[in-house]
């Protein structure tokens, strides 16, 4: 069993910062790629950004420059430092990673139960 538990989100004045975390846990050989997506009501989920294992980056053009992502490989854990917020930021945030268990060969993904990033003043 593996499980991604997140926190850290909540409600921010425009312009504010808030940091998200994503812990991964359980039967874990190893993790590939981990990754922050989004999603408001009626919309698809999209990438917001993700890190590959060796801490290569990639970000949506909508949050380039003022969102982070890092992560702690021997926490198996994943990090999103969100600056210069705005209301359009607004939605559920969703933790992913390509996990590797033991009783297995291949990566597979899994995902956080998200967390809900509200700007509003």
């Known amino acids: 069993q593996v499980q991604l538990v997140e926190s850290g989100g909540g409600l921010v004045q425009p312009g504010g910062s808030l940091k998200l975390s994503c812990a991964a846990s359980?039967?874990?050989?190893?993790?590939?790629?981990m990754g922050w997506y989004r999603q408001t009501p009626g919309k698809q989920r999209e990438l917001v950004a993700d890190i590959t294992s060796g801490g290569s980056t990639n970000y949506a053009d909508s949050v380039k420059g003022r969102f982070t992502i890092s992560r702690d490989n021997a926490k198996n854990t994943v990090y999103l430092q969100m600056n210069s917020l705005k209301s359009e930021d607004t939605a559920v945030y969703f933790c992913?990673?390509?996990?590797?268990?033991?009783?297995?060969?291949?990566?597979?993904?899994?995902w956080g139960q998200g967390t809900q990033v509200t700007v509003s003043s």
């Open positions: 359980g039967s874990i050989r190893s993790i590939n790629a």
């Open positions: 992913n990673a390509a996990v590797r268990r033991y009783t297995s060969s291949n990566y597979y993904p899994y």
